[in-house]
């Protein structure tokens, strides 16, 4: 396995330990690959959920370019459900579950497909 696959491993070891979620790994393979080489960097693999600019830029970028979702208060109550299903307390928020957590959410899966 490459180091990619021992990622997209972590990752669904998270989705099922700390949001109690099974993952489609097919789906978790795509949304990981989309995330491009940011999985690979300590700082740009995770979300900081504390950070409103980090919040916004999932909305933006995320949310509203790639799943083309319009902007609303949805999008931010959708961020925070997500980020709680997670765990606050929990200080690696991978960016490939969030936003694989938000792509279910919103039932986008065909955005990857």
């Keep these: 396995m490459g180091r990619r696959d021992d990622l997209i491993e972590r990752?669904?070891?998270?989705?099922?330990?700390?949001?109690?979620?099974?993952?489609d790994m097919a789906l978790l393979r795509k949304v990981t690959i989309a995330c491009g080489p940011s999985?690979?960097?300590?700082?740009?693999?995770?979300?900081?959920?504390?950070?409103?600019?980090?919040l916004d830029t999932v909305r933006r970028n995320f949310l509203m370019k790639k799943l083309g979702l319009p902007d609303g208060q949805d999008l931010h109550d959708a961020i925070d459900a997500v980020?709680?299903?997670?765990?606050?307390s929990e200080r690696n928020k991978y960016r490939a579950v969030v936003y694989?957590?938000?792509?279910?959410?919103?039932g986008k899966e065909s955005v990857y497909s």
Excluded: M, W
């Excluded at 990752?11 to 993952?23: I, Q």
């Excluded at 999985?39 to 980090?54: F, L």
């Design 39 to 54: 999985i690979y960097n300590a700082d740009a693999s995770t979300v900081a959920a504390t950070q409103k600019h980090e």
């Design 11 to 23: 990752y669904a070891s998270d989705l099922r330990d700390k949001c109690g979620v099974e993952p």
């Design 100 to 106: 694989y957590l938000l792509t279910r959410h919103f």
């Design 83 to 88: 980020i709680e299903q997670y765990g606050r």
